[in-house]
């Protein structure tokens, strides 16, 4: 830039021609307004142009557009020169200002009781949730204790099945061998001075074998079901399990 005129200068650029130089000189005047001139140097030559408005006119046309182009206001001389834009605040009222002061006193007071209230509030929301808490905890004990007597039962129960086992199974060998001692009876295996003497030691081996397997099997059924039971009680009651929302069941 030079003075009032912008210089454009192309060096070693040989593709435009001289209507290219041309036509952008013209479009650089035509979108600038800033200088009074533009000149465009290149290898073609130099191309100049001039803008159709001059800047002093370009400026005071935006200044229009804009709103400042009017007079201004002159300041004066005085503690405040600059031109006030606005009237000064009006006086404030003590009266007004008392209330206020009173609101606000006030307002911190309802403050600071609100303040109060909601620790107070969280002060019981914990003391409560500490109880709430403490309920859980003795509510899980006490599944715990009623799952472990529920488990320990089915265990007794089990282990009471070996009493009537053991029992059906010791009158099953009772009546069993009175029925090879009444075998040996029939078959002439054992020798015997009379003929009543035979007759009741038949009878009596006889008596023996049904009074042993017939006590034998009820006592024998009822051991095996209570030993059945106790065992699936007990595998069932490991599939439940206490926690803190209550008894979970597995299927």
């Known amino acids: 830039m030079k003075g009032e005129t912008l210089q454009l200068q192309l060096r070693e650029f040989f593709a435009w021609r001289p209507h290219d130089c041309e036509a952008k000189v013209q479009e650089l005047c035509e979108s600038s307004q800033h200088f009074r001139s533009i000149a465009l140097s290149g290898p073609h030559g130099r191309f100049t142009c001039r803008p159709r408005a001059r800047p002093e006119d370009y400026l005071a046309e935006q200044l229009r557009l ?72 003795v509510q899980i004990e006490r599944r715990a204790a009623w799952q472990e007597h529920r488990e320990r039962r089915h265990r007794n129960f089990g282990f009471a099945s070996l009493a009537p086992m053991t029992a059906g199974l010791g009158m099953f060998v009772f009546g069993s061998v009175h029925l090879a001692e009444l075998y040996a009876i029939r078959h002439g295996k054992q020798e015997f001075a009379s003929r009543a003497e035979y007759e009741a030691a038949k009878q009596d081996a006889a008596r023996n074998t049904a009074i042993g397997h017939l006590v034998a099997l009820p006592l024998l059924a009822v051991g095996i079901t209570m030993f059945v039971l106790g065992v699936r009680g007990a595998r069932v009651g490991r599939r439940i399990s206490v926690g803190s929302d209550g008894l979970r069941v597995r299927f």
């Open 66 to 137: 804009d709103g400042l182009a009017g007079p201004w206001k002159p300041t004066g001389s005085g503690v405040s020169a600059t031109p006030r834009t606005k009237p000064p605040p009006p006086p404030i009222d003590p009266v007004a200002l008392a209330r206020l002061e009173r609101e606000a006193v006030g307002a911190t007071h309802g403050r600071e009781a609100a303040a109060a209230a909601l620790k107070h509030v969280k002060g019981t929301d914990y003391a409560l949730r500490e109880q709430i808490d403490a309920l859980d905890r």
